[in-house]
């Protein structure tokens, strides 16, 4: 492969316990790891991971992140890095921000190409007590997106969960919640179809082929970026909630 000359896109999402980085050329992995953060974590150790995974060897000419909702030190340092980046690329460098719940919603439909639950009800764990809360749909394949937020981020207790479907007046047969991990999906009772596995958390991979298919869509579409925080062109972080530190 020709690092040099080929154009990559690097994307990063550190939304979650873990800081997740990919190159990828177009939507095919280059380069992808995935490193579990303490929480204790500070800067330093951020930029080793940052330093230790991405080199001068590829041509990078965009950027996508992962702005949250998640780990509001993880938001901030990921944009910050993001900034500086493109501020020493110049103005053709191109950058989009992701909402990092549609990255779980986008796993799960590459995973299940065929699955019969087109409605996703994407949670993420807010490390209070309670989560984020997004409803997503699988697109047709004709669609400019592989999924689409259809709600506003919400926070949920876990019980809340069964009266926010119907609150939704979403059909429980027809939707799959997507993001808890099996530790407490084997703790609960849901009356409702759970992806289940070790563990789930917004993959780069998945943010950077979001940030491909929003690259390729007709300017004329871009308003979507103001619906549901799905995406944005200026690096805005998604809290969801007020801002604390953790």
């Known amino acids: ?62 950027l996508y992140v992962g702005c949250g909702p998640g780990s509001f030190s993880g938001i901030r340092k990921t944009i910050s890095f993001a900034k500086a980046l493109k501020a020493s690329k110049g103005k053709n460098f191109y950058v989009i921000g992701v909402n990092s719940l549609a990255a779980l919603a986008h796993n799960y439909a590459e995973l299940n190409p065929s699955a019969k639950s087109k409605k996703l009800l994407v949670v993420m764990d807010t490390k209070c007590n309670d989560f984020f809360v997004q409803l997503y749909e699988i697109k047709k394949r004709k669609s400019h997106f592989t999924i689409y937020p259809k709600s506003e981020i919400e926070i949920k207790k876990l019980n809340e969960l069964s009266d926010y479907a119907d609150l939704m007046e979403i059909n429980k047969k027809e939707v799959t919640i997507v993001g808890l991990p099996e530790s407490i999906i084997k703790k609960s009772t849901f009356n409702m179809s759970v992806f289940g596995k070790k563990i789930q958390f917004p993959s780069a991979v998945n943010i950077g082929k979001i940030g491909f298919e929003i690259s390729e869509i007709d300017k004329k579409f871009y308003d979507l ?19 604390k530190t953790n």
Do not use: C, E
């Not at 970026?225 to 801002?243: E, G, M, V």
């Open 225 to 243: 970026q103001n619906q549901y925080n799905f995406f944005n062109f200026d690096l805005n972080p998604i809290y969801a909630k007020s801002a």
């Open 1 to 62: 492969m020709d690092t040099k000359n080929n154009k990559f896109s690097l994307s990063i999402d550190n939304s979650s316990d873990y800081l997740s980085i990919a190159i990828l050329d177009k939507i095919k992995i280059v380069k992808v790891k995935h490193y579990k953060l303490q929480r204790t974590h500070n800067f330093d150790d951020y930029f080793v991971y940052l330093h230790d995974f991405f080199n001068d060897r590829y041509n990078i000419n965009s």
